[in-house]
């Protein structure tokens, strides 16, 4: 015996609500690269053959993340003598080496976005 529905027509809707929330960890760190080496002064006379230093790896932890430069070997620096001894003299040295001890500006941003989507669902039938 066949099933006979006792309607003549009716509709049916449904609602699926998703949320979800997405959390973002953004830091960016501004660091110098490079190293920089300076001599300066009066009655001085530089060896022009040794006035690089001889390049080093400098390698870095900080939080967890491992950094590496390439700076100055300081037990190779440049020859530097008295040009006219016994005469007043003066010398200036300074280096700036690579990494994050020269950090010139961090950011830090943590944001947290609720995605919510809504799907709405209608199915219309009648017989």
Do not use: C
Request: proline share 5%.
């Amino acid at each position: 015996m066949p099933v006979v529905p006792n309607f003549s027509s009716g509709s049916m809707s449904a609602v699926t609500r998703t949320t979800q929330n997405i959390t973002e960890s953004i830091v960016s760190t501004d660091y110098n690269t490079g190293h920089s080496l300076s001599i300066t002064g009066t009655n001085l006379e530089i060896d022009g053959s040794t006035m690089l230093p001889n390049p080093t790896t400098i390698n870095q932890t900080v939080n967890g993340t491992t950094y590496q430069w390439t700076g100055a070997d300081l037990t190779t620096m440049p020859n530097v003598t008295i040009k006219n001894a016994g005469a007043a003299f003066q010398m200036n040295q300074s280096y700036q080496g690579p990494g994050l001890a020269n950090i010139t500006n961090i950011t830090n941003i943590t944001r947290t976005t609720q995605v919510e989507s809504v799907t709405e669902t209608t199915s219309t039938f009648s017989q």
